[in-house]
């Protein structure tokens, strides 16, 4: 918990409207979108794993998987632009300095080769090209697990901005989490092992990390504790940690055990996306997440030059 909870000051702005503008995106699009495109990306490095140590059937399920997921994520994306061409118009440049940008190169290099490793498997053609390409999604699909929390992370929202130092592993440990917990569900429990082992050690992360990020002291945090967000954050971690027990307790000997533990963990790794959007919007709503820390580093810079005064 923030200790600047207990603050009672209240702060207003011009009109009373609010100092930034709410963002406009629904919840299903957005928090959707990167909760899919976590899935995806680390879907594809569990396949490229599985290929390589000769699983066969957890390799089919996480490729199927990873290309459902980007699937959906791409079609909540476009939902959320309008139209279809205005995701190719953002093609027309590669800005290093704009996350958006990267973002829309690394959906478009990954797209694709999750298309063609999960169809050469499918259809048992091309397994040398299959596997290259199950290789490359592996890797592009590292940065579609982790991208969207810097697109989060480099806005003004003042509970994602805050949270830019921890965001990244937050979303990668979720997506790594959902990943195996999903793989665990579908493939065979006797190749499963390392969709367990990924499932239960991204669900760790993930809690120590949400957590981090709840306590860490910024006055936003208040954010993910109250409200909307806090109901999706908690019922979060309930989903994470009674999956992650369940598939290290039972996950090896049951079917029934494996697959709703596994459903579980990925459930959880969706609610803490919508938490974490629910937050944001709610942390735009009211002035003093702009204001205090305002007054805090315009004080810390006053009280710093007179420091330096006093040593000159």
Do not use: C
Not at 31 to 46: K, M, N, R, T
Not at 70 to 90: K, Q, T, W, Y
Request: aromatic share 6%; no cysteine.
């Amino acid at each position: 918990m923030s200790p600047r909870r207990g603050r009672t000051e209240e702060f207003t702005s011009y009109y009373g409207r609010p100092i930034l503008k709410e963002p406009t995106w629904q919840a299903l699009d957005i928090a959707g979108y990167i909760f899919a495109g976590g899935l995806a990306g680390a879907s594809s490095i569990l396949a490229a794993g599985a290929q390589h140590t000769d699983r066969p059937g957890l390799e089919r399920s996480a490729k199927l998987t990873a290309l459902a997921a980007i699937s959906a994520s791409v079609v909540a994306l476009v939902h959320d632009l309008g139209r279809p061409e205005r995701f190719v118009n953002m093609l027309r440049v590669a800005k290093p300095t704009s996350p958006m940008s990267v973002g829309s190169w690394i959906l478009s290099a990954y797209g694709p080769l999750a298309g063609a490793t999960a169809a050469a498997n499918v259809l048992g053609i091309f397994p040398r090209a299959g596997k290259a390409a199950g290789i490359g999604a592996g890797i592009t699909g590292s940065a579609v697990a982790t991208y969207t929390a810097v697109l989060l992370a480099d806005t003004a929202v003042p509970t994602w901005h805050d949270a830019h130092e921890r965001l990244p592993f937050v979303f990668a440990s979720s997506a790594a989490a959902s990943a195996g917990g999903l793989a665990a569900a579908l493939a065979p429990i006797a190749q499963g092992q390392p969709a367990r082992r990924m499932a239960i050690g991204g669900a760790a992360a993930e809690i120590a990390l949400s957590v981090a990020v709840e306590r860490s002291g910024n006055l936003s945090a208040e954010t993910l504790h109250e409200g909307r967000a806090g109901v999706l954050l908690r019922l979060s971690k309930a989903f994470t940690v009674g999956g992650a027990v369940g598939l290290a307790l039972g996950g090896r000997s049951s079917r029934g055990v494996s697959t709703l533990s596994g459903l579980a963990v990925a459930a959880g790794s969706a609610l803490l996306r919508f938490g974490f959007f629910e937050a944001g919007r709610a942390s735009t709503r009211d002035p003093k997440y702009v204001v205090v820390p305002q007054r805090e580093r315009l004080a810390a810079r006053q009280e710093a030059a007179v420091g330096a005064d006093t040593m000159g």
